[in-house]
């Protein structure tokens, strides 16, 4: 009977002991700023009451205090040893949803991070579409300057008239402009046999008044000449009665 006791109580040691390591090995792989939040998830830094941590701890003694004892205690043992198991049940739950949540906020974050991700790569695709949507705005304004103006010189060719009446124009035009040049040759020479005709009027009008200039002073030469064999005869008619009168 205490050999079956024995060995109960050993199996029940490594049952506790097995999820004692379980507990521990969870609480490993969670990450270190995970530690304060499953600590308030298990209250283990409650000020209200026993912390369940050490609620466990105290029942993990008494169950290896009353185990270390050499007395026929099995029930106490058994009893003990399933209140342990209960706690440490009751303390591993929440440590195991706080993992699952966490595992969850993981998934979520690197949910998060393939969504930003995401986000980013078509950030980037938008912006090369602006740039390329520019590309082609600006292209289309030149264009659209383009046929404006093509635009603007189709209405001032279709106001002109036809072809046609633009040739016969022309060539009224020119048949103006040979009159006119025609005249104009007429007129040149007529101009030129006018300057002609006014040289030589200039040159009879010098010549006469050159030959006006020469009789002018012959005959004021003559008159001096007449003046003067005037005065010799009355000067000689003076003397020829003094000498009368002498006599």
């Given amino acids: 009977m205490t050999d079956v006791a024995n060995e109960k109580d050993f199996f029940s040691e490594q049952v506790a002991a097995a999820q ?8 490993l792989f969670l990450p270190r700023n995970s530690l304060n939040r499953v600590g308030l998830l298990t209250r283990t830094t409650t000020t209200r009451g026993e912390p369940p941590l050490k609620k466990l701890q105290r029942k993990f003694t008494s169950f290896v205090l009353e185990v270390e004892k050499d007395e026929g205690n099995y029930n106490d043992c058994a009893k003990l040893s399933k209140l342990f198991l209960q706690e440490l049940s009751t303390f591993e739950i929440p440590l195991l949803k706080s993992k699952a949540v966490i595992d969850a906020n993981l998934r979520e974050k690197e949910n998060f991070n393939e969504l930003k991700d995401e986000i980013n790569r078509q950030i980037l695709l938008a912006q ?3 740039e390329d949507l520019k590309k082609q705005l ?20 279709s106001a002109q008239p036809p072809r046609s009446e633009t040739q016969k124009s022309i060539k009224e035009i020119e048949k103006e402009i040979a009159a006119l040049e025609a005249e104009n040759t007429s007129g040149s020479r007529l101009l ?14 010098d010549e006469l008044q050159n030959t006006i200039e020469e009789e002018q002073k012959s005959l004021i030469e003559e008159m ?6 005037q005065k010799s005869g009355m000067e000689d008619a003076s003397g020829g009665s003094e000498a009368m009168a002498v006599d």
Avoid: G, P, Y
């Fill in 192 to 205: 030129e046999l006018r300057k002609k005709q006014f040289a030589l009027l200039l040159h009879v009008v």
């Fill in 20 to 27: 004692i390591n379980k507990i521990v090995r969870n609480l």
């Fill in 224 to 229: 001096r000449m007449v003046t003067e064999e």
């Fill in 128 to 130: 090369t579409d602006i």
């Fill in 138 to 157: 600006e292209e289309s304004k030149i264009e659209r300057q383009h046929k404006e103006e093509c635009e603007a010189i189709r209405k001032l060719i």
